[in-house]
């Protein structure tokens, strides 16, 4: 089933997907095994567009159909209200990236795990994620980069917060495509995780080592 739910993704036949996808549930398949088979399949739908054989327009359906299965019923994810919640992440693809798929599965592990999670969208500027910063007051910041572009705006992002001199009242994951290991130091972010998973598994630790001090 979940290799099906792979193939439908990477063959873009949008009502397939769906059909499968609500088939699994009623299967009994979790969320993360199904969030995963999707991921898998766009992961071979980026490999299709860098070597030719899809196009802008394919990779605009890639999107479409994972935010389409985002929306089911029983793959639709509620916030944890501040109270419930195990600590606040403020979430957001950095600026002049449009990209959001990877941001919405980590929006969607980090709402299983039971953060509150604040999605300020796509091409977040620097000096809004200031600006959000002060108001929300998370934990975490968490930042997804899937263009090359993204270290340096991060950065920009990161001085922002030294400058006004909060920088270590809140910990900076950062994750997607373009971003690497070596991106940390430049950025100053705390942390890089490449896995969604793993990126989760960290907001926990932190947050049980007594998260940020707040704002
Ligand atoms: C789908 C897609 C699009 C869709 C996006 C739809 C959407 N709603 O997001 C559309 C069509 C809009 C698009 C547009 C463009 N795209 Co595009 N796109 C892709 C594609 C095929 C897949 C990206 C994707 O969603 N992958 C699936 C997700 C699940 O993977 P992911 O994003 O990497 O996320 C995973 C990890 O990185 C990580 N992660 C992500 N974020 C975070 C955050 C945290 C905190 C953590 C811990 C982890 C984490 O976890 C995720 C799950 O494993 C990639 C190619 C590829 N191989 O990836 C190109 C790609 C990213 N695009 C590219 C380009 C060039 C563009 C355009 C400029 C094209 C154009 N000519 O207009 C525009 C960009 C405009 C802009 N300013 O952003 C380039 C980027 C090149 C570069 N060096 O920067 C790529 C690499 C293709 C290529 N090889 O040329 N794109």
Known sequence: MLDAIKTAVVKLEEKKVIKLVKYAIKK???????IEAVQSGLDTVGYYYED???GVTD???????FEEIL???????????????????????????????GKSIFKSI???SGFDVIDLGIDVSPI??????????PDIIAISSIMSTGAKHMKEANDLLVSRGIRDQV??????????????????ADMFTKNVYEGVG???MWMERGGSNKL
Not at 28 to 34: D, H
Not at 72 to 99: M, R
Not at 128 to 137: F, S
Request: aromatic share 4%; with cysteine; glycine share 8%.
């Open 28 to 34: 009994g398949n979790t969320q993360r095994e199904i």
């Open 52 to 54: 030719g054989r899809y």
């Open 59 to 65: 990779l605009m359906m890639a999107g479409i159909i």
């Open 71 to 101: 929306e089911i019923e029983s793959l639709k994810l509620q916030n944890n209200t501040p109270e419930e919640a195990i600590g606040k992440i403020l979430l957001c693809t950095i600026e002049y990236d449009v990209h959001d798929i």
């Open 110 to 112: 980090a709402l299983m």
């Open 128 to 137: 809004v994620l200031l600006e959000e910063t002060i108001k929300q007051k």
């Open 171 to 188: 910990k900076i994951l950062i994750g997607g495509l373009s971003t690497h290991n070596e991106a940390v130091d430049y950025v100053g």
């Open 202 to 204: 960290v907001c926990k």
